[in-house]
């Protein structure tokens, strides 16, 4: 399985009861709907955590069919060539490897800070804005774990004990008091909702 192609998780009721590409998940959702299963049939998109409109009717192929058809591009933007610079002509000495220079704006104390650096000032630069870079991904895959899992929750869970509780430790990026609070929750609907809360999006135990 690609693991670049994105998947999707569905319960009938609070059972969970497909895991992986769209196709097999609708077709799991058809046959649950036609046992006549209690309670609702819904699919999530792992990756956001909101529910997923599908469409069951038809035989397994007209199904495969409308999910294999490309989505219209109407709406895709023009975007226009770009014009072509011609390259400066390479002087001797080594490669620049890709550094460009441009103009930096600091106070005079920034300044003093840097050139007293390792390496002088472009080295402590590179090395401040790498570390930003990571600390900021690190930051946007907490708050997009948090997002998703929350998303589930509302359309699952809200009306389970402790969801306004689990809630706010979710978002308090509290796993020991969310996986408390969640204790008592079908099996299926709470390891989902720690899996989403995962940084990676990785089933937990």
Not at 75 to 101: K, M, N, Q, T, Y
Not at 104 to 132: C, K, M
Not at 164 to 174: P, S, V, Y
Not at 180 to 196: C, H
Request: a neutral charge; charged letters at 25%.
């Amino acid at each position: 399985m690609d693991n670049n192609l994105p998947t999707y998780t569905s319960f009938a009721s609070h059972r969970r009861i497909a895991v992986g590409p769209l196709l097999g998940n609708v077709l799991a959702v058809r046959r649950a709907l036609e046992s006549g299963v209690e309670g609702p049939v819904l699919v999530f998109d792992d990756a956001t955590g909101r529910v997923v409109d599908v469409d069951t009717r038809g035989s397994e192929a007209d199904i495969a069919a409308r999910l294999a058809a490309p989505a219209p591009d109407a709406a895709a933007p023009c975007i226009e060539p770009e014009s072509v610079v011609p390259a400066e002509p390479r002087g001797r000495g080594r490669p620049r490897l890709g550094v460009v220079a441009r103009e930096v704006t600091l106070l005079p104390r920034h300044w003093d800070w840097l050139a007293a650096q390792s390496g002088g000032a472009s080295v402590a630069l590179r090395r401040l804005v790498e570390e930003a870079r990571r600390v900021g991904s690190a930051k946007d895959r907490q708050r997009r774990a948090q997002e998703r899992a929350y998303h589930f929750m509302s359309a699952m869970a809200g009306d389970m004990p402790g969801f306004e509780e689990a809630t706010r430790a979710l978002f308090a990026n509290d796993e020991s008091r969310m996986r408390e609070l969640t204790a008592a929750w079908p099996p299926d609907v709470r390891a989902y909702a720690l899996q989403l809360a995962s940084n990676d999006g990785k089933a937990t135990a």
